[in-house]
């Protein structure tokens, strides 16, 4: 059974920094392209940041492109997500989720598993 596992969000003010973590299990991790997601308040979920399976391609959103840093470690089956220069715009639910697409994607339905969100908010 595939397990994904996010952790790291919080309350912050704006202007800082935080670090996601995900941790993923059941199913070999090196084989899989990773993604962060999030959804605000009254939205849809959109798209954040998705690695490869070697860690060797990253995705960006615009929104979050020169702010967020997307990198793996297949030694501890890990992914994280540094976010610098948070703003209120990004608050939001966090998720995690693996991709067979190994060179890594932006399209929803290519993600398979998905965590269960970590809660990221951002103060002014």
């Not at 703003?87 to 989720?97: I, K």
Request: hydrophobic share 35%; aromatic share 10%.
């Amino acid at each position: 059974q595939v397990r994904v596992v996010e952790s790291g969000g919080g309350l912050v003010q704006a202007g800082g920094s935080l670090r996601l973590s995900c941790a993923a299990s059941g199913h070999r991790f090196s084989s899989y392209a990773m993604g962060w997601w999030r959804q605000a308040p009254g939205k849809e979920r959109e798209f954040v940041a998705g690695i490869s399976w070697k860690g060797g391609t990253t995705l960006y959103a615009d929104s979050v492109k020169g702010r967020f840093i997307i990198s793996r470690d297949g030694a501890e089956n890990t992914v994280s997500l540094q976010m610098n220069k948070l703003n209120h715009e990004d608050t939001a639910v966090y998720y995690c989720a693996t991709s067979p697409v190994l060179a890594g994607t932006d399209v929803r339905r290519e993600y398979d598993y998905w965590g269960q969100g970590t809660r990221v908010t951002v103060s002014s």
